[in-house]
T-cell receptor
């Protein structure tokens, strides 16, 4: 079974530029999550999708971040314009269903450096 | 809201010895779940073990076991017979269910513990 795929693995941009990350979850997984992991901290949820609907985006900085999950499969997270504090690893995760002990499977992450 | 505390920024252990990584949590929910994830330098979060709040026995998965003390609100990870490949960041996490947001279920993570296994 293929894992969660993410691209690119690394990205370096200047502040005020835009950037987009792509995630393809495990086949059949209805729930998709985007987390932001700043150096030295644990991941923090940015947005959760259930199929192609948003369940939770309460911690997404909506003035600059956007995300979509078309057709309930792969997803794109965009930052426009980027700030220095957006430097972090962006992790995508998926789970079969929400609830109980269903663990989330994580992708390798995209390491973003904003200069 | 749930909160996870990991007080050990770094831990060192000799190969083949056991090590305990500490995790305490805070929640007002009667039903909750606790997870441990491993994050090697490659960056991927790898699920290790899960403990439900109503589980009667401590969870075990191979060399990993969870020392769950409900009254103390602690869920420490025990790694037996450490291997060099165990060197990584380890994160404790709790499932946070937000009923008001249509059942959002996110993981709330601690800051992690960096484990180094010495040969």
């Amino acid at each position: 079974e293929a894992g969660v795929a993410q691209s690119p693995r690394y990205k370096i941009i200047e502040k005020r530029q835009s950037v987009a990350f792509w995630c393809n979850p495990i086949s059949g997984h209805a729930t998709l999550y985007w987390y932001q992991q700043i150096l030295g901290q644990g991941p923090k949820l940015l947005i959760q999708f259930q199929n192609n609907g948003v369940v939770d985006d309460s911690q997404l900085p909506k003035d600059r971040f956007s995300a979509e999950r078309l057709k309930g499969v792969d997803s794109t997270l965009k930052i426009q314009p980027a700030k220095l504090e957006d430097s972090a690893v962006y992790l995508c995760a998926s789970s079969l269903v929400s609830g109980e002990a269903y663990e989330q499977y994580f992708g390798p992450g995209t390491r973003l450096t904003v200069t | 809201a749930q909160k996870i505390t990991q007080t050990q920024p770094g831990m060192f252990v000799q190969e083949k010895e056991a090590v305990t990584l500490d995790c305490t949590y805070d929640t007002s929910d009667p039903s909750y779940g606790l997870f441990w994830y491993k994050q090697p330098s490659s960056g991927e979060m790898i699920f290790l073990i899960y403990q439900g709040s109503y589980d009667q026995q401590n969870a075990t998965e191979g060399r990993y076991s969870l020392n769950f003390q409900k009254a103390r609100k602690s869920a420490n990870l025990v790694i037996s017979a450490s291997q060099l490949g165990d060197s990584a960041m380890y994160f404790c996490a709790m499932r946070d269910v937000l009923i008001t947001q249509g059942g959002s279920e996110k993981l709330v993570f601690g800051k992690g513990t960096k484990l180094t296994v010495n040969p």
